[in-house]
């Protein structure tokens, strides 16, 4: 069974920096895209960041790039997303997502992924 857990979010003043971890497991499969999405309290969830973990080929939402940076270290089937800069704005509860059949697919879309994890929350402090 594919799990995705999760870890690292919390309380950071503005401006502070967190890093996010989504450890994967119950596959053998070895070529997948994990991507990060965010919900903030009555919006919908959106996408911040995806990578291709055999290529290493990174996406991120315009509102991530240069503050976000997501990265694989395959040998423990774990994807970072490490938040810099972080902005009120940057606030919601963020899953990681699985989607094994990436090719040729929207990073970003919510419908491409196959399996989620139970989320973190991130809140932002002004």
């Known amino acids: 069974e594919v799990q995705l857990v999760e870890f690292g979010g919390g309380l950071v003043q503005v401006g502070g920096s967190l890093r996010l971890s989504c450890a994967a497991s119950g596959f053998t499969f070895d070529d997948y895209r994990i991507g990060w999405f965010r919900q903030a309290p009555g919006k919908e969830r959106e996408g911040v960041a995806s990578i291709d973990v055999v290529d290493g080929i990174a996406n991120y939402a315009d509102s991530a790039k240069g503050r976000f940076t997501i990265s694989t270290d395959n040998a423990k089937n774990t994807v970072y997303l490490q938040m810099n800069s972080l902005k009120p704005e940057d606030t919601g509860v963020y899953y990681c997502?699985?989607?094994?059949?990436?090719?040729?697919?929207?990073?970003?879309?919510?419908?491409?992924?196959?399996?989620w994890g139970q989320g973190t929350q991130v809140t932002v402090s002004s």
């Open positions: 997502a699985l989607e094994f059949e990436w090719y040729g697919s929207d990073w970003s879309s919510r419908a491409e992924y196959e399996y």
